[in-house]
């Protein structure tokens, strides 16, 4: 709890810079929820008790006949990003795709925390709209991709 000043004054600060009326962190969650353009949900938050601030977006749901496509796609985005600092991760509660950051308090002004929030932003727009046009799955049975030599397993 030691934290939540801090939180506090970067949400104020995001409020005035915003032009919004008050935000604050809801007492039991802990959680400060703000609709972006009228469709983006952005939760803010802390992570655990530790000095990180974290920010997550439902993107999508997680189709079934674009499962594999789809995860494929974000998997590997999360191991080489383009995004650096952003991860995609799934909620299987909600059977969402979500889009998250974390930063460290001490790196965080109400400037940074803008600039911050505003990439967040673009980058959960651009993947809102690119995931729609990811391929869907083949129908029947996947053709093997050899790896290579025949020393090399198919999968």
Same mark, same amino acid.
């Given at each position: 709890m030691?934290?939540?000043p801090q939180?506090?004054r970067?949400l #104020?600060?995001?409020?005035e810079?915003l032009g919004?009326? !008050?935000? #604050?962190?809801?007492?039991?969650?802990?959680?400060?929820?703000l609709?972006?353009?009228?469709?983006? #949900?952005?939760?803010?938050?802390?992570?655990?008790?530790?000095?990180?601030m974290?920010?997550?977006?439902?993107?999508?749901?997680?189709?079934?006949?674009?499962?594999?496509a789809?995860?494929e796609?974000?998997?590997?985005?999360n191991?080489?990003?383009?995004?650096m600092?952003?991860?995609?991760?799934?909620?299987?509660?909600?059977?969402?795709?979500r889009?998250?950051?974390?930063?460290t308090?001490?790196?965080?002004?109400?400037?940074?925390?803008y600039? !911050?929030?505003?990439?967040?932003?673009?980058?959960?727009?651009?993947?809102r709209?690119?995931?729609?046009?990811?391929?869907?799955?083949?129908e029947?049975?996947?053709n093997?991709?050899?790896?290579?030599?025949?020393?090399?397993?198919?999968v």
């Amino acid at each position: 709890m030691q934290y939540v000043p801090q939180f506090q004054r970067l949400l #104020t600060g995001l409020a005035e810079r915003l032009g919004l009326g !008050a935000l #604050t962190a809801d007492p039991h969650s802990g959680r400060c929820i703000l609709l972006v353009n009228g469709d983006l #949900t952005l939760e803010l938050g802390l992570l655990d008790e530790r000095p990180v601030m974290t920010v997550a977006a439902d993107l999508c749901p997680l189709p079934r006949e674009r499962e594999e496509a789809l995860m494929e796609t974000l998997l590997a985005e999360n191991l080489f990003p383009s995004a650096m600092d952003l991860s995609f991760g799934y909620d299987p509660t909600s059977q969402r795709v979500r889009l998250h950051a974390a930063f460290t308090l001490a790196d965080l002004e109400e400037v940074s925390l803008y600039r !911050a929030l505003d990439r967040f932003f673009k980058v959960a727009s651009h993947w809102r709209k690119k995931i729609p046009e990811l391929p869907r799955e083949p129908e029947g049975e996947p053709n093997p991709v050899v790896l290579g030599g025949p020393d090399l397993l198919r999968v």
